[in-house]
């Protein structure tokens, strides 16, 4: 085989099994653990190394690291339940569609810069492709299929009424997201997230200019404007798209129960659970491509000198991952802490506030870029 | 060229491969119980449910969904001009003013939309 091939898979295997599925693990533990921090409570803390099992006389408690393994394990064991009322196909291919887009974003989400392993060049990304952020968002728009067909499917009408909620959600933020990356777009020329983030790691990130070579140009300060008003824009479409707290009227439990997955038990609703959370963690991943210099080590540009070292792709690689886990921290922080926006307000604050913010901001920055040199 | 998209294939198969083990996993694993008329019915809050499965719902998601079209359009409109901006502007100055005069035109019937209250939500 190519050696091509050889280091994709690879490079799937880490990304997919490696990283994003432990993370996704972590962070339903770490949600809890940070709610029960934030309201003042313990949160799991007795799953550990059940040490009994071996003979031993205490179980280690571990800080209930090992909860997400057991709650797996009760995923996979609890009655797989298809209602007969279902539309069956569709109710099997939803969780599906769900998790699937979420997994496949990651292809794009660069990780590091390009190294050299056994002689062989090796771009830190899974497909290197010339339409970043197009596919992320042909992709991305996938997700609200596997809501709508859950809702659909489940013939009953909290399901329904979630799922219509969401998709209406999240297409109306789809629009000021896409809106919101045009500037970064003009700004960097391409639509390569690998050559945005090795541009950013060279010349300062798009939120701080003077983290490369330098102290970073007139033009780059000036543009801080506009490339904070599209952060906070997509940031919040990010949540949006995810269904997070202040958005996540789909599931709200006060009135629609679970929203599109009520009717879904076992292994069907762990899925759409972690299709959520692996959105959340590529989300982050792509917010910290676009704006905050991706795999970039702050104020150390180490794309040149990471040619001929492989050790320094290791260390973008953690540097990526820190960045990803403080967003990750960031996202659950936002849920424990706001209150939960009502559908007109959510309507109004996508198509009228974000929308024309988004549609002036663009102008703004092309005329920065025509005027400031 | 199609090399590129390669990795994305390989990516498609492990997360279908992987979704789809672990809907078989639990089939296999996962104990089934007596099937029951009552343990079939939709969840209502435990009530018996009452109409269809499907209620009726606002003309207004159909009209979001047609403005989407409309505006996600114009976005994507946008995404070929934005990368060639920086390098075409220093010569071409009239790829903003074409630009500007096409979100003129989209923004005229956005106000429209907006105007007709198609948009609101309050009531």
């Known amino acids: 085989m190519e050696p091509f091939i050889i280091a994709s ?109 056994l002689g062989e060049e090796v771009k830190m990304v899974i ?51 896409g809106l919101s990356v045009v500037p970064v777009l003009m700004v960097y020329g391409e639509l390569n997230l690998s050559r945005i983030a090795l541009e950013q790691d060279t010349n300062g990130w798009a939120l701080l200019p003077f983290s490369g070579h330098g102290w970073g140009t007139l033009q780059q300060w000036v543009l801080l404007v506009p490339m904070f008003i ?44 972690m299709g959520e959370y692996a959105a959340m963690i590529i989300g982050s991943g792509l917010i910290i491509t676009l704006f905050l210099g991706g795999w970039s080590i702050p104020f150390i540009p ?26 990750i921290f960031v996202f659950m922080w936002v849920r424990w802490t706001l209150p939960r926006f009502r559908f007109d307000q959510l309507m109004k604050l996508g198509w009228v506030f974000f929308f024309e913010l988004a549609l002036v901001n663009v102008f703004l920055t092309a005329l920065i870029l025509m005027w400031v040199k | ?56 719902f606002s003309v207004k998601f159909y009209m979001v969904a047609m403005l989407f079209v409309l505006f996600d359009i114009e976005v994507v409109f946008m995404y070929p001009w934005a990368v060639v901006f920086r390098d075409m502007i220093v010569t071409h100055t009239i790829m903003f003013w074409s630009m500007l005069s096409f979100a003129g035109i989209l923004l005229v019937a956005y106000l429209y939309a907006l105007k007709k209250g198609a948009l609101n939500w309050k009531e």
């Open chain 1, 302 to 327: 180490t794309a040149e000198f990471a040619k001929d070292h492989w050790w320094v792709g290791l260390l973008q690689f953690g540097c990526f991952l820190t960045k990803v886990i403080a967003f």
């Open chain 1, 127 to 177: 497909a290197d492709l010339n339409v970043g952020p197009l596919y992320t968002f042909a992709i991305t728009s996938l997700g609200v299929y596997g809501i709508v067909l859950a809702g659909y499917a489940s013939n009953s009408k909290y399901p329904f009424l979630g799922a219509v909620r969401s998709s209406s959600q999240m297409i109306s933020y789809e629009i000021s997201m």
């Open chain 2, 1 to 56: 060229m199609l090399s590129e998209y390669l990795p994305v294939l390989i990516q498609m198969i492990t997360a279908t491969g992987l979704a789809a083990s672990m809907l078989i996993l639990s089939v296999v694993l996962g104990k089934s119980g007596n099937q029951s008329d009552i343990k079939n019915s939709p969840y209502e809050c435990g009530m018996l449910p009452i109409g269809e499965g499907q209620p009726r």
């Open chain 1, 230 to 273: 599209s952060f906070i824009i997509f940031t919040v479409a990010i949540f949006a798209e995810t269904n997070r707290m202040p958005f996540d009227l789909p599931e709200c439990e006060t009135e629609l129960v679970g929203g599109y997955h009520t009717e879904y038990s076992s292994m069907k609703f762990a899925m759409f659970f």
């Open chain 1, 9 to 117: 898979i690879i490079k799937i295997f880490v990304m997919t099994l490696l990283v994003v599925l432990p993370l996704v693990a972590l962070s339903s533990l770490a949600e809890r653990k940070v709610s029960a921090f934030i309201q003042d409570r313990v949160g799991p803390n007795r799953v550990g190394i059940p040490a009994t099992i071996f003979g031993a006389k205490k179980d280690i408690p571990f800080l209930g690291l090992i909860q997400p393994l057991a709650d797996g394990l009760k995923f996979i064991l609890k009655e797989d339940l298809t209602p007969g009322h279902v539309r069956k196909f569709f109710f099997i291919l939803a969780p599906v569609l769900t998790m699937v887009p979420a997994m496949l974003t990651v292809a794009v989400v660069p990780f590091g810069s390009t190294i050299n392993i």
